[in-house]
């Protein structure tokens, strides 16, 4: 859905740095979904968030990986010191009454 | 756990009907979704099931039988521009997981 943004679009990283992927869910939507998708594979889903809580982390790997979704301001996904096998796209989603989660572009995280 | 399972490839002829299947298998049931992603695109939502039966959206029905935890959409009149990944995903406003995803492809 045009409603969801995510920034940025295609993001290069060294093995070791660190990696910041934004998304800025619909006005007025206060939930929001991170998924991870490998080439030709389905969608894992990492975390749910509402604003300022992390409601589920299930997904998420134990290091490394950590989200957030402050009262202000984007729902900010972050990667310390990256690793190839992290190379995937990053949605974000989101959900209001019913059933319909809305996703963003992506963010294509290639690690080099 | 929660599992849903699709075949990994399909094939139909442009004009023909495709019917791309989902079993799964779930702690809780919180209804059964469908997406549709072109390669490179964001996912997209084409239909719900939360009852038994049959949801019609113009081309596309989606199907549920809860007791046979099994769930098929359904493509009528199959255009080109239908070839994409199809996923069901169960789950709503919280934890949602995807099925493995069917790529079509619709040939001339």
């Known amino acids: 859905n045009a409603g969801v943004m995510q920034n940025p679009r295609h993001l290069v990283r060294r093995r070791g740095q660190e990696a910041r992927l934004r998304c800025s869910p619909m006005?007025?939507?206060?939930?929001v979904y991170w998924y991870r998708q490998l080439p030709e594979e389905g969608l894992k889903f990492m975390v749910y968030?509402?604003?300022?809580?992390?409601?589920?982390e299930s997904g998420m790997p134990k290091e490394r990986f950590s989200a957030e979704f402050p009262k202000e301001g984007p729902s900010i996904l972050r990667i310390q010191q990256v690793v190839r096998g992290d190379s995937a796209a990053y949605f974000c989603?989101?959900?209001?009454?019913?059933?319909?989660?809305?996703f963003g572009p992506g963010t294509r995280l290639t690690v080099l | 756990g929660q599992s849903l399972e699709q075949p990994s490839e399909v094939t139909a002829v442009e004009g023909a009907i495709v019917q791309i299947n989902c079993t799964y298998q779930?702690?809780?049931?919180?209804?059964l979704s469908w997406y549709q992603q072109h390669d490179g695109g964001a996912p997209t939502f084409l239909s719900y099931?939360?009852?038994?039966g049959l949801e019609e959206t113009g081309r596309f029905s989606s199907f549920l039988s809860r007791s046979d935890s099994y769930g098929y959409l359904l493509l009528q009149e199959l255009q080109m521009k239908d070839s994409a990944s199809y996923f069901c995903?169960?789950?709503?406003?919280?934890?949602?997981?995807f099925g493995t995803g069917t790529k079509l492809q619709v040939i001339p």
């Open positions: 968030l509402q604003k300022e809580n992390i409601i589920d």
């Open positions: 995903a169960h789950g709503g406003y919280q934890k949602v997981t």
């Open positions: 099931n939360a009852l038994d």
């Open positions: 006005k007025g939507h206060s939930h």
């Open positions: 989603a989101t959900i209001e009454a019913g059933n319909e989660q809305f």
């Open positions: 779930t702690s809780g049931f919180y209804g």
